[in-house]
Every structure is written in structure tokens, then in C-alpha cells.
């Protein structure tokens, strides 16, 4: 594993073998034994769009394992002037140990990748969340034991999150399906893959999808760049929400989960959210230990 661009580029060894030491990090944090394994390491973290989670548990994690990170704002680097990314690559690579970017291309992180000589860690771009969706399967088999036999449901846009998700579910061996409207599928190429490669369903029906789950899982409607569409797609996804109601298809010990930040009212009640808290807000610590374990992977 030399970069973290797209959950795809892992097989299922090298995804187990984060979540393991992900498993690892956390209790020995928890234990007051954690080692400071990237020891006068320095990661970049560049951001082009906002972030609570992502940039504190980054910064956070490279505290605790006893490296540096800094945060680069799209706004002071000359990168939102115009320099180039493959410039731009080359001149990080001779300063840092690795760079964790947030932005809105994939290309773009794929070209820092291409033209830089340090690792590369995907934040968040249009087409992918894979830091998200580790601190996801951490979450799950924490909380079910094991991936066997498991049906994650996720319910709203075919986003970032949905394209991470169902590489991430289905090269664990579990079912994915997702209740989406019309004219917001997820990626393409991706759901070919995942046909061919697990099992993997789409429909409008969203209590057909949420049949027998053991994970449901949603996200905003209007992603980070969509902020104009806001109005067109609260319309378009009425009626893809989590509520009491349709959580009745799913498993009764279903779990929910919600990568942040949650619109009450929207993608999920407030009721389901409260409801199911304890298992979100453990999903957005294991941020933190998913992350040491992939800069420890990369960058040890
Ligand atoms: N889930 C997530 O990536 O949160 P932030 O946007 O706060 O980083
Ligand atoms: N789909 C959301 C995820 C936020 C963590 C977005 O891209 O804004």
C-alpha cells in the first residue's frame, strides 16, 4: 500500500490488515500505551473544502503517534492561485512525510500522486471517502463481530459516500443495496463492478432495500459543492429518509450509521438519530484510530 486514493486500489488483505491495526491503536490508546510510531513525521493536509471531523482527527493522530501535521487551507496555498498540482506535488514531496488532501476532482488527488514521491491520502473528493469508510468497517465489525453474512442498506444520494461504501461492503463479502431516485445512482463503473463481484442491488423502493439489514447507513442530500442544488434535491430525495417507519424492513438489531454532518429532518429523523447516537458517535471516533492505522501503513 503506497497511497490511500480510492478503496478500490485495496484488496480485501490490505483492508483487513488496517482494520486490525486500527483494532490495535485503539486499545492501546485506550490503555495508555499508545506508541509514538511516526516519531518527527510531518503530514500536509490540504483542504479545499470545509471539515470538522477529517482535519481534527488527522491533526490529532499524527499528535498522538509523536508527528506534526499542517494544515493548509486552499486559500492561503498558491494552489488556489493556479500553480499546478504536479508543481505543486513535487515541492510537498521535499518537505513532508505525506499528504492527506480534501478536495472536489479525484484527478486531482490521483495527479498529486503521480507527479509527488510521498504518500498520498484521499480526505473526501467528489467520487470517494475512503478514510470514512474504514472508520465504517471498523465500526460494524465491532459492533456485529465479523462481516459474514451482513446487508448494509444505504438510503439517499449516490454519492461519494454510496461509491466508497459499496466497494468497501462488497470486498468484505458483505450484501450492499442502496434506495436512491432516479438520476442519482452511484458511479457507474462502480455498481458494473460490484454486480460481478458480490452482491449488490438498487431500487426506489427504499423499504425494499432496507429489507433485512444489519447496517443502514445515509448521508446529506446536497453534498459540499452542491449548496445551489439544496432546494431541487430536497425534492427529489422526499421520501428516501431514515425514519421509524421504514427501519421497521430492517433487522430489529440493526444498527444505523452516518458519516456527519446529519440534517435532523431531512436524511434521517431526529428520533432514529438520538436513538441510534451511541453507534454514530463511535463510528466518528474510529475516525481517529482508522486514520493512525492507514498513517502508520503509509508513512511508518
Ligand atoms: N465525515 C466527515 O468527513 O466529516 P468532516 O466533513 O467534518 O470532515
Ligand atoms: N457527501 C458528503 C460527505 C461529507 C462527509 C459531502 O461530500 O459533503
Same mark, same amino acid.
Given at each position: ?29 485506550? &490503555? ?9 513525521? #510531518? ?14 482527527? %488527522? ?7 509523536? =508527528?506534526? *501535521? ?18 505543486? *506535488? ?7 512525510? =505525506? ?19 510521498? $504518500? ?7 467520487? +470517494? ?29 449516490? &454519492?461519494?459516500?454510496?461509491? !466508497? ?8 463479502? /458483505? #450484501? %450492499? ?8 445512482? $452511484?458511479? *457507474? ?32 442530500? *446536497? !453534498? ?12 427529489? %430525495?422526499? =421520501?428516501?429518509?431514515? &425514519? ?7 433487522? &430489529? ?7 456527519? $454532518? +446529519? ?9 432514529? %438519530?438520538?436513538?441510534? +447516537? ?20 503509509? /508513512?511508518?
Amino acid at each position: 500500500m503506497k497511497h490511500l486514493l480510492k478503496l478500490a486500489d485495496l484488496s480485501k488483505e490490505e483492508i483487513l490488515t488496517v482494520l486490525n491495526l486500527a483494532d490495535q491503536l485503539k486499545y492501546e490508546r485506550k &490503555n495508555g500505551v499508545a506508541g509514538e510510531y511516526l516519531k518527527g513525521k #510531518k503530514l500536509g493536509m490540504i483542504f479545499q473544502k470545509s471539515s470538522t471531523r477529517t482535519r481534527v482527527s %488527522f491533526e490529532v493522530g499524527m499528535y498522538e503517534l509523536g =508527528g506534526y *501535521a499542517l494544515f493548509l487551507s486552499n486559500r492561503d496555498l498558491q494552489i488556489g492561485r493556479g500553480e499546478p498540482v504536479e508543481d505543486t *506535488a513535487r515541492v510537498l514531496s521535499r518537505y513532508l512525510d =505525506g499528504i492527506m488532501i480534501r478536495t472536489f476532482e479525484q484527478k486531482e488527488v490521483e495527479d498529486l500522486a503521480q507527479y509527488g514521491s510521498i $504518500p498520498i491520502i484521499n480526505g473526501l473528493t467528489d467520487y +470517494a471517502h475512503p478514510c470514512q469508510v474504514l472508520a465504517d468497517l471498523m465500526t460494524i465489525r465491532e459492533c456485529k463481530g465479523s462481516f459474514r453474512g451482513l446487508k448494509l442498506c444505504f438510503v439517499g444520494d449516490g &454519492n461519494n459516500m454510496a461509491n !466508497s461504501l459499496m466497494v468497501g461492503c462488497i470486498k468484505t463479502g /458483505m #450484501k %450492499f443495496s442502496i434506495a436512491c431516485p432516479k438520476g442519482y445512482e $452511484p458511479d *457507474a463503473a462502480l455498481m458494473t463492478w460490484a454486480k460481478e463481484n458480490g452482491d449488490f442491488t438498487i431500487t426506489e423502493d427504499v423499504s425494499e432495500a432496507m429489507r433485512d439489514a444489519d447496517v443502514v447507513y445515509t448521508d446529506v442530500w *446536497a !453534498s459540499m459543492g452542491q449548496e445551489e442544488e439544496k432546494e431541487k434535491r430536497i425534492k427529489a %430525495f422526499k =421520501g428516501f429518509q431514515i &425514519n421509524a417507519d421504514n427501519m421497521r424492513a430492517a433487522k &430489529n438489531d440493526a444498527m444505523v450509521q452516518h458519516c456527519l $454532518p +446529519a440534517h435532523r429532518g431531512e436524511e434521517i429523523t431526529a428520533d432514529v %438519530f438520538e436513538a441510534h +447516537a451511541d453507534e454514530i458517535f463511535e463510528e466518528a471516533e474510529n475516525r481517529l484510530h482508522a486514520q493512525k492505522a492507514v498513517l502508520c501503513k503509509l /508513512m511508518k
